[in-house]
T-cell receptor, first 113, second 113 residues
Framework: DVKVTQSSRYLVKRTGEKVFLECVQDMDHENMFWYRQDPGLGLRLIYFSYDVKMKEKGDIPEGYSVSREKKERFSLILESASTNQTSMYLC????????????FGPGTRLTVT | GESVGLHLPTLSVQEGDNSIINCAYSNSASDYFIWYKQESGKGPQFIIDIRSNMDKRQGQRVTVLLNKTVKHLSLQIAATQPGDSAVYFCAEIPNQAGTALIFGKGTTLSVSS
């Protein structure tokens, strides 16, 4: 079974802090994704990566950056956390050649105070 | 940009009833569609998928119907159980590249005993 793990289930940070969210997948998937999920807005894509050291902006990349130094690991970085980044963050991975379903981690609920 | 939406934000059914959750998509070039289930506190979980060259696909207690003429997707759950209570998302992949999914906002299914 595919397993996608995220470093924390719950995280509380202060405004202005630098925040790292880590995601690891164990199925050798090429594609990895970061989403945020907010009530009434659904899942919105922040960044994705289709290969090591490659990244593409999603729909809402402002205030975020990413790092993919190894195939299995994709990190989301909040350079200076703000209260409007309080959200549920979901990581996912998929194969590049199909099937194209994305496998999700359990999510990190981040609160910025 | 393109978007995938759901007709109803909430659906309440009695245990044992059949449930139908609908989704409209806007990109006629989309080739691949997925339904996800998200239980409280968990990441989305794959239920069933369908390609654009199919009209219907069946799984265990679930059926997905695709009507490309009106760009409509539905998920039918037979004999709905309390454990089916969750948020259901449809998602599309607009091309063959298998990168980012476009998600609808979700329908919350509540099953009462």
């Amino acid at each position: 079974d595919v397993k996608v793990t995220q470093s924390s289930r719950y995280l509380v940070k202060r405004t202005g802090e630098k925040v790292f969210l880590e995601c690891v997948q164990d199925m050798d998937h090429e594609n990895m994704f970061w989403y945020r999920q907010d009530p009434g807005l659904g899942l919105r894509l922040i960044y994705f990566s289709y290969d090591v050291k490659m990244k593409e902006k999603g729909d809402i990349p402002e205030g975020y950056s990413v790092s993919r130094e190894k195939k299995e690991r994709f990190s989301l970085i909040l350079e200076s956390a703000s209260t409007n980044q309080t959200s549920m963050y979901l990581c996912a991975s998929s194969l590049s050649t199909g099937p194209y379903e994305q496998y999700f981690g359990p999510g990190t609920r981040l609160t910025v105070t | 940009g393109e978007s995938v939406g759901l007709h109803l934000p909430t659906l309440s059914v009695q245990e044992g009833d059949n449930s139908i959750i609908n989704c409209a998509y806007s990109n006629s070039a989309s080739d691949y569609f997925i339904w996800y289930k998200q239980e409280s506190g968990k990441g989305p979980q794959f239920i069933i998928d369908i390609r654009s060259n199919m009209d219907k696909r069946q799984g265990q207690r679930v059926t997905v119907l695709l009507n490309k003429t009106v760009k409509h997707l539905s998920l039918q759950i037979a004999a709905t159980q309390p454990g089916d209570s969750a948020v259901y998302f449809c998602a599309e992949i607009p091309n063959q590249a298998g990168t980012a999914l476009i998600f609808g906002k979700g329908t919350t299914l509540s099953v009462s005993s």
